[in-house]
């Protein structure tokens, strides 16, 4: 698979400063190509199967919220938006996996946050540029996937800087802890920015790292690089990861250590307000469906042609067979009628008439859902329910919620076309799993 990954420096441009493809090949990235182009130009890039928008975002905000261990699902996200987001201007949150705290009776969940604004005007990219990208995600949420794929075990402050922005992490594994971004001016002193921003996550936030990465400008130049290491000890410059991106040099990696990131991190950071991503999802349903109705009107229009290239021969066979077999139920009628084992007779056609009962019918009115939620294995039998089953692995509780409320809605549908529905699902959300399991009968059939 490709990944077209370009990042965006959030300043209302809309040329991507970095992009990059790259090719999955069996859990290992191949780096194919590094440029910059207008993101109209991205669109159009030939070979990519997934694009990733990263862009810079001053105001994200990574928080801690702590909620009763009771709460789960819809329940558990409202409460976590009521806590976290500032009143007066509409954001978008990404949710973290929660963590049980010891004998407290609540749960530590980390909640990231970025304004709307971002997304609609300070990524420089318009609507449809925007929806175009398959995730939308942030600068320091890249930076962090770095930093865990290179040190999941260990809390790491990374330090990234180009010709234009200064971005400075803390995380632990995939929990991000701190994240500042500043704009790099013409002499900006880099080593001190870094000692400032060290200074402030270990007195006021109570922050103690592990190890401090250096990316970018901090590893790449030289003067840079050695008045950091005169003030911050513990120290590590960044490297392309083992065993999980090839074919890249060290100097193209810190140019595209943004991108990468990007695609590392996959759904988990998408911050693609709700309301644009109901709308590409809708968008994606009808561009699917639209391509079924051209096929079927293809086919409809070539299955006309030729019955009309034979119609009278047709319909003489019709009339024909439609005549014998008026003249076929008239006999039966009058045998049932006049016979002794009349009885016997209706007992049989009722049996025949259920063996012939084709479950199959059903399946137009199931086909949305199990579209919708892919399958496992789909069950059918002509006197049992239908059951669609599914298990499913999710990267973050808000895209396992909307699953679950999306499960949901199908059930409703069904039961509105007047089919019982079973519902076995289960679902984790300390593991961030689904395990569909939905018995589908058509109402007034018997059990």
Known sequence: MKF???????NRTDTASRAA???KRKGLFVLSGVFSAKADDLLS???SESLVICCGCPDFSAETVYAPAALKGSSLRLFLKSKSMKSGERSTA???KCSNTADSGEKECPVYIMPDRTYEQESGLDYEQRTAADIFTLSPAALCGISAAQYPDRTVVHAYADENKVIITASAGENILYARTAPCQDGTALADELDLTMAYITRNRGISPDLLLLSGLFATDGHTADEVRKAQTVQAVCAAPDGLLSECTFDAFHKIILPFGAVLNGAKFDFTPEKYRKKKAFAKTMLVLNSLLLVLLVAFTALNLHMFSSYKTKMEKLTKAASAL???REKTAELLASSPSSGYLLTYLELLSDRNKNPIRHLQAVEPLIMH????RVIISRTDPLVVASSKEFGTLNS????????KAEINRLQSLKYSVKNESRFSYDDLTAHVKLSIKAQGEAE
């Open 373 to 376: 939620i892919g399958f496992d």
């Open 326 to 328: 008026r003249t076929d």
């Open 400 to 407: 396992l919620t909307e699953f679950e409320e999306e499960i």
């Open 94 to 96: 990404v949710f973290g």
């Open 45 to 47: 890039v030939k070979g």
């Open 21 to 23: 493809l790259f090719e």
């Open 4 to 10: 077209l990954a370009a990042e965006f420096e959030g």
